[in-house]
């Protein structure tokens, strides 16, 4: 399930302060405790290969592009190459997906070339993805999400197949604020599977036993054209306004969207969640601060193939299609 960005999102939801004032900001406050000895360890088994087969699949046609992928969770680690570059241990606590090796150290070199990967297609994406972690206030126990879908459709705000371009390598992007106390901004909670309605919320919902709690996080897909990056990790990016990108960002690429997934196991547990980077006051519900961290890793050829036989043919590739022929597994 995938939600368009509501009426009162902002199309362009980026701060004028820089990388420096964004990091005192999100530490004035403490944030949920966090166990550190209850950490969940890192992912044994993750790709270190290129994943990709030939198929007679074909996508199907649809009223836009999609193309998904599928990656397992990897590691958490209180780093953040984006916000806290060369600072290990100096972000709140996050949890990757994608490049087993990303970590404060991490550059687009680095995420290019180097690491395994727990996403679908293996080294094929060496993509780096980072969300806070949902902490269980009453232990302080960081809790281990089950996986995660990471969309790249043509979206749902007017862009059309023959507007979609591929993403430039070594692109990387913030969406979302993690200073964030409102009910605003470009992220979702929905419960889903069994018992769920499906209904979107501002801030972490009790879901029913057996059921999934997805934290959705949707990033802007119109760029400038010249940066791979800004100051504040969103000002080379904007989002569609008025069904169109902007003149100042007027190149159109796949719009991200993080679909990151944890298994709700006992009655009420959910409400005892909050995440690392709610740093306001116990008296406002958890999950305001939502926001996520993506660092390109894509194989340039690769990326280049499903663009192109899926966003840019309008075509459904589900979650391992390519659109020419092959699949990722």
Same mark, same amino acid.
């Given at each position: 399930?995938?939600?368009?960005?509501?009426?009162?999102?902002?199309?362009?939801?980026?701060?004028?302060?820089?990388?420096?004032?964004?990091?005192?900001?999100?530490?004035?406050?403490?944030?949920?405790?966090?166990?550190?000895?209850?950490?969940?360890?890192?992912?044994?088994?993750? +790709?270190? !290969?290129?994943?990709?087969?030939?198929?007679?699949? /074909?996508?199907?046609?649809? @009223?836009?592009? $999609?193309? %998904?992928?599928?990656?397992?969770?990897?590691?958490?680690?209180?780093?953040?190459?984006?916000?806290?570059?060369?600072?290990?241990?100096?972000?709140?606590?996050?949890?990757?997906?994608?490049?087993?090796?990303?970590?404060?150290?991490?550059?687009?070199?680095?995420?290019?070339?180097?690491?395994?990967?727990?996403?679908?297609?293996?080294?094929?994406?060496?993509?780096?993805?980072?969300?806070?972690?949902?902490?269980?206030?009453?232990?302080?126990?960081?809790?281990?999400?089950?996986?995660?879908?990471?969309?790249?459709?043509?979206?749902?705000?007017?862009?059309?197949?023959?507007?979609?371009?591929?993403?430039?390598?070594?692109?990387?992007?913030?969406?979302?604020?993690?200073?964030? +106390?409102? !009910?605003?901004?470009?992220?979702?909670?929905?419960? /889903?599977?069994?018992?769920? @309605?499906?209904? $979107?919320? %501002?801030?972490?919902?009790?879901?029913?036993?057996?059921?999934?709690?997805?934290?959705?996080?949707?990033?802007?897909?119109?760029?400038?054209?010249?940066?791979?990056?800004?100051?504040?990790?969103?000002?080379?990016?904007?989002?569609?306004?008025?069904?169109?990108?902007?003149?100042?960002?007027?190149?159109?690429?796949?719009?991200?969207?993080?679909?990151?997934?944890?298994?709700?196991?006992?009655?009420?547990?959910?409400?005892?969640?909050?995440?690392?980077?709610?740093?306001?006051?116990?008296?406002?519900?958890?999950?305001?601060?939502?926001?996520?961290?993506?660092?390109?890793?894509?194989?340039?050829?690769?990326?280049?193939?499903?663009?192109?036989?899926?966003?840019?043919?309008?075509?459904?590739?589900?979650?391992?299609?390519?659109?020419?022929?092959?699949?990722?597994?």
């Amino acid at each position: 399930m995938l939600l368009a960005l509501p009426a009162g999102v902002p199309a362009q939801t980026h701060h004028h302060h820089g990388a420096d004032d964004d990091a005192a900001a999100m530490h004035a406050g403490h944030g949920p405790r966090v166990d550190r000895s209850k950490l969940a360890r890192r992912m044994n088994g993750a +790709s270190t !290969t290129e994943r990709i087969k030939p198929t007679a699949e /074909q996508p199907k046609p649809g @009223d836009q592009g $999609a193309f %998904r992928t599928v990656c397992a969770f990897s590691h958490m680690a209180f780093d953040d190459p984006l916000v806290f570059p060369g600072q290990p241990g100096k972000s709140h606590l996050h949890v990757f997906f994608g490049n087993t090796q990303t970590d404060a150290y991490s550059s687009a070199e680095s995420i290019a070339g180097s690491g395994g990967s727990t996403c679908r297609g293996g080294i094929v994406n060496r993509s780096a993805y980072w969300v806070p972690a949902t902490i269980d206030v009453r232990t302080g126990t960081p809790v281990k999400p089950a996986g995660s879908n990471m969309n790249n459709k043509n979206g749902y705000n007017g862009i059309g197949p023959a507007q979609v371009k591929p993403f430039p390598k070594g692109l990387r992007i913030i969406a979302g604020d993690p200073t964030n +106390s409102s !009910t605003k901004g470009p992220y979702r909670f929905v419960c /889903q599977g069994r018992g769920a @309605d499906t209904k $979107a919320h %501002r801030e972490i919902p009790e879901c029913p036993v057996g059921s999934q709690l997805n934290q959705m996080v949707f990033f802007p897909q119109c760029w400038d054209g010249r940066n791979l990056d800004s100051r504040d990790h969103k000002s080379h990016m904007a989002y569609p306004v008025k069904r169109r990108c902007p003149d100042s960002h007027p190149v159109a690429i796949p719009e991200i969207t993080f679909n990151i997934l944890y298994d709700v196991t006992e009655p009420g547990i959910s409400r005892h969640w909050r995440l690392a980077s709610d740093m306001y006051g116990d008296d406002i519900p958890g999950g305001r601060s939502m926001h996520g961290d993506w660092f390109d890793g894509w194989k340039p050829e690769i990326r280049d193939a499903w663009v192109k036989g899926c966003n840019q043919a309008g075509r459904d590739c589900h979650s391992h299609l390519l659109g020419d022929g092959r699949a990722i597994y």
